[in-house]
């Protein structure tokens, strides 16, 4: 299931982020990569102990936490702390990959299983050429470049990668998800419901069959989420 999120980001909090990262020191993406993606991945990403990440981090996850559509979707359990890449210049592009299965957030001895991978897109996409985020599903290549600010969200099992930067630069956030709900249908299915549940809602208030329906969703949730 691939999800859009439109502003994620809000239009401060995008501009504090570009305007932090506006002067920010890079180094090799090469340094976070696996042994297959290494192959392939050619970018830079902030230091992942700075504190010009930690900032950052801080910043995307307290908007997360506040937009329901990113919590419908993903039913968050244990989220990576985000990481920033760059691509421009020489440093352009990431070849076709599929990410770990299951990372350890940097410091410590937790693993965080990779059901969903996220990236939020900080630049506008007037600004550079080529970029695209390139997902491979059952209905066939699905190609992302989307208005800074917005974020996707993609089955950490998908075959993608980054098609190369031929002008400007590309700023963007990358993480990962380990979901209360571990299937992707089951959790395609739940968010398709509470979407549902939403618009029945903003049409009718809480009616007999909304609050029917509210309790479908939830003893679905309960039978299949592991928090």
Excluded at 58 to 83: D, I, N, Q, Y
Excluded at 148 to 176: C, I, K, N, Q
Excluded at 178 to 204: C, K, T
Excluded at 206 to 221: E, I
Aim: proline share 4%.
């Amino acid at each position: 299931m691939l999800i859009r999120i439109p502003a994620a980001l809000n239009a401060s909090a995008l501009a504090q982020a570009q305007a932090w990262l506006a002067d920010a020191a890079w180094e090799s993406g090469a340094a976070t990569a696996g042994a297959q993606a290494v192959q392939v991945k050619h970018n830079q990403q902030l230091p992942v102990g700075s504190e010009l990440a930690r900032r950052l981090q801080g910043l995307v996850l307290g908007e997360l936490e506040r937009h329901p559509t990113f919590f419908s979707a993903a039913l968050p359990k244990r989220v990576l702390p985000p990481m920033f890449n760059r691509y421009a210049g020489a440093s352009n592009r990431y070849g076709n990959h599929v990410d770990q299965a299951v990372r350890y957030v940097p410091g410590s001895a937790q693993r965080v299983r990779t059901d969903l991978s996220c990236t939020l897109f900080l630049s506008d996409p007037a600004d550079y050429d080529g970029g695209e985020l390139v997902m491979a599903d059952t209905f066939g290549e699905q190609r992302v470049k989307l208005a800074a600010g917005d974020m996707v969200l993609y089955p950490g099992s998908s075959v993608h990668r980054v098609e190369p930067v031929t002008r400007g630069e590309r700023l963007a956030s990358f993480f990962w998800i380990e979901s209360m709900v571990r299937s992707d249908a089951q959790r395609r299915l739940l968010y398709e419901m509470d979407v549902s549940l939403m618009r029945l809602r903003q049409l009718h208030g809480d009616s007999d069959a909304a609050v029917q329906l509210t309790g479908t969703y939830h003893n679905l949730l309960r039978m299949w989420a592991d928090t």
